[in-house]
């Protein structure tokens, strides 16, 4: 019956065609499967009521029972609005109105008694709440007291056609009604007799309107569970099929530069993480399949060493490579660096920015397909078309999720056979994140920290501490130390409150004066010679504090620099607090961060201050952030649209993945081709809704 769930929903007649037009426009839902799997987010018992006296401002939704004793239009034009006072035994709540005014009227009344759920805004010292979802109190609701409903996301313009939480909850419940009878099963008997798992159908109809809180449970974990076993599934046949079709160079010799390095400019010795990685590496290249590994370590662990080793295997075998980073101060930096010291075993070295002048480019491009240059280091101007190798062996992409799906896999085109390829990202991953997300990549992890770091010291301190700070200041750059300075924003936010980089310019200036102290300054507005002006000045120590916006998050190392003040530090996320942190600490000297913030915190922000205050664990940083905020705005998911969960919690349902995977393995371990009788019904639904599925590693 899988035809059914494809059909459209402008031909449903429990749809208008108006209704069926924004349900596309702003929820994605195309067709009753569609509709099928949007899950409501939260649930609403009706046996929940909240006294007006007990409201919070932490609360997300609330749900009254009251009596409307006032009911006005205030305002005129544009600032007309309906406001209406909700009683109940404790006290009194505003509801307002700002459009669809005379349908609301036509429901409410005054003194009658209704269910009202929304959130509450907190303003001039009193509660109030916009746009309310409103009922009348009835006998039927009083029948539903043991009932739990869906609660599901929508907006203004779903709310201006009446299709409101309750609005799309009473639609999807008249589909759930007339058609699951042709939702068919997606998993062999064998998985859900072992998982005791209940059926699919079963599983919509209880996830929309759960028949008790144990059937909820039952429907949630069965949803998920396929989720989470068709993505890994995915990533295993993915994983499968490269390693059988892509053939690459075999990397056969350790030959006279990776050893003079090793032997001779290597001046400290590899870490055990660090000599791990090496070895998986180095198998990887000799194996004659095509690399694809994920390098994953906390900031300052030692990974561009790792790059540095990976690269120079190529040269001993007759190959390129190249180093491909987020922006034009780290690729600048990276190649300084590695110039340095492999310019004098006879490595050619090279460097492609945006920034790189015609005449320059054309003679790099020369002899880049002449063989002239062993490494190229750049941005993602390597990606343009005309950048051609005679033989890349091997491609490194530092901070991948900063690169579109598209840039990376134009990699491809720059060889007959496809390059070796590694992926580095010193943005700690939590385990269930990266087993979801790069499951069909190797995964290598750096798990510890080069000895001789010493801790960095993380302070939180309010705005009435800043003199404080600047006298701190002082007496650092009295040591020789130099100071970073970073700022959110380069220009005033009209809708919150944020230090502005230029007003905090201005103020560090006039408590720093010349001749005494020296400062530069940069954001991302600059121009590139401007900013690789003013990074060369405090590189070389001629400026003492370095004024910044977030352009200096990624890489930069400066092991003068001691001092890290992160102003509106309540306004980042968790891993760009970590990952700003990570710029201090890279040299001899005792190191700190300190985060500046208002007075006025959200629990939220209270709680990534006081976790980057009580850690440094990029893994519990990570772990932290994930819950906060989901995978999507962890690692930029929800910009690139490669993971898109509709009921899978990646911070939560360990677990479940952990037997999703295993399901998977012993499936493409047990039945390769998924053709075993037993398995028709999951090689059918991989086959419609996950054989064309774009992961982040579609590079490989």
């Not at 050893?259 to 198998?283: G, Y």
């Amino acid at each position: 019956m899988l035809k059914m769930l494809d059909t459209k929903i402008e031909f449903l007649k429990e749809i208008s065609s108006e209704k069926a037009k924004i349900l596309k426009s702003e929820l994605n839902i195309y067709t009753l499967k569609d509709a099928f799997e949007y899950y409501p987010f939260r649930y609403l018992s009706k046996e929940n009521y909240q006294k007006i006296s007990q409201i919070d401002s932490c609360d997300m939704e609330v749900q009254i029972i009251g009596k409307i004793i006032s009911l006005e239009e205030k305002g005129s034009g544009k600032k007309m609005r309906l406001s209406a006072i909700l009683k109940d035994d404790s006290s009194l709540i505003e509801l307002i109105w700002f459009n669809k005014i005379s349908w609301v009227k036509k429901i409410i009344k005054l003194n009658e008694k209704v269910i009202v759920y929304g959130k509450p805004n907190f303003f001039k010292g009193s509660y109030s709440i916009s746009h309310p979802e409103i009922e009348l109190f009835n006998l039927s609701n009083q029948k539903l007291n043991f009932s739990m409903q869906g609660v599901y996301s929508s907006n203004e313009k779903l709310r201006s056609r009446y299709l409101n939480s309750r609005g799309i909850y009473k639609i999807i419940n008249k589909l759930v009604n007339s058609y699951s009878m042709y939702i068919d099963e997606t998993l062999s008997n064998e998985i859900l007799k072992n998982l005791k798992l209940i059926s699919k159908k079963d599983a919509i109809i209880n996830i929309h309107s759960p028949g008790s809180k144990l059937l909820l449970r039952h429907a949630k974990r069965r949803l998920k569970f396929e989720e989470f076993f068709f993505i890994q599934l995915s990533a295993l046949i993915k994983k499968k099929f490269t390693h059988k079709k892509s053939k690459s160079y075999k990397f056969k010799k350790i030959g006279y530069f990776f050893n003079n390095f090793f032997k001779k400019k290597l001046e400290f010795e590899l870490t055990n993480a660090q000599k791990k990685v090496i070895k998986q590496i180095r198998k990887d290249l000799n194996s004659g399949k095509q690399m694809n590994r994920l390098l994953q370590g906390d900031v300052g662990s030692g990974k561009t060493i790792i790059a540095v080793m990976s690269m120079l295997i190529a040269k001993d075998n007759g190959f390129q490579s190249c180093f491909i980073a987020p922006t034009e101060i780290l690729a600048n930096q990276h190649f300084n660096q590695v110039d340095a010291i492999l310019s004098s075993i006879g490595i050619k070295v090279n460097l492609l920015t945006g920034s790189t002048k015609f005449s320059v480019r054309k003679k790099l491009f020369n002899d880049l397909i002449d063989g002239k240059i062993d490494i190229l280091i750049g941005t993602h101007a390597i990606f343009e078309e005309n950048v051609k190798f005679k033989n890349l062996g091997i491609s490194i992409i530092d901070e991948q999720h900063r690169f579109g799906v598209s840039q990376r896999s134009k990699m491809w085109s720059k060889n007959i056979n496809p390059p070796h390829i590694l992926v580095m990202t010193a943005t700690p991953i939590p385990r269930t994140l990266a087993m979801t997300l790069y499951g069909d990549l190797d995964l290598s992890i750096i798990d510890e920290l080069p000895p001789g770091r010493k801790p960095i010291s993380t302070l939180h301190k309010f705005d009435s501490n800043r003199l404080a700070v600047f006298e701190f200041i002082k007496k650092e750059i009295s040591k020789g130390r130099q100071i970073y300075i970073v700022y959110p924003l380069i220009e005033e936010s009209k809708a919150f409150d944020y230090k502005d980089l230029m007003d905090g310019y201005e103020s560090i200036c006039r408590h720093f004066l010349k001749p005494d102290y020296q400062i530069s300054i940069l954001h991302g507005k600059m121009k590139s010679k401007d900013k690789e002006y003013e990074m060369d000045r405090f590189i070389k120590g001629n400026t003492n504090i370095m004024i910044a916006t977030t352009v200096i998050e990624v890489g930069v190392n400066i092991p003068n620099a001691s001092v890290m003040i992160i102003e509106s530090a309540e306004r980042f996320g968790l891993s760009q607090l970590h990952q700003l942190r990570g710029r201090v600490g890279r040299g001899v000297d005792k190191s700190y961060c300190i985060l500046m913030s208002s007075n006025k915190l959200s629990n939220d922000a209270k709680f990534r201050l006081s976790t980057m205050v009580r850690t440094q664990n990029g893994f519990e940083i990570a772990d932290a952030d994930l819950k906060l905020r989901g995978p999507g705005d962890l690692m930029g998911t929800k910009q690139s649209g490669d993971l898109n969960l509709k009921i899978g919690d990646l911070s939560s349902d360990f677990n479940i993945i952990k037997y999703a995977r295993y399901e998977a393995k012993k499936i493409i371990k047990n039945d390769p081709k998924i053709s075993h009788i037993a398995n028709k019904l999951i090689l059918r639904e991989y086959k419609k809704n996950y054989s064309d599925k774009i992961y982040w590693s579609k590079i490989s």
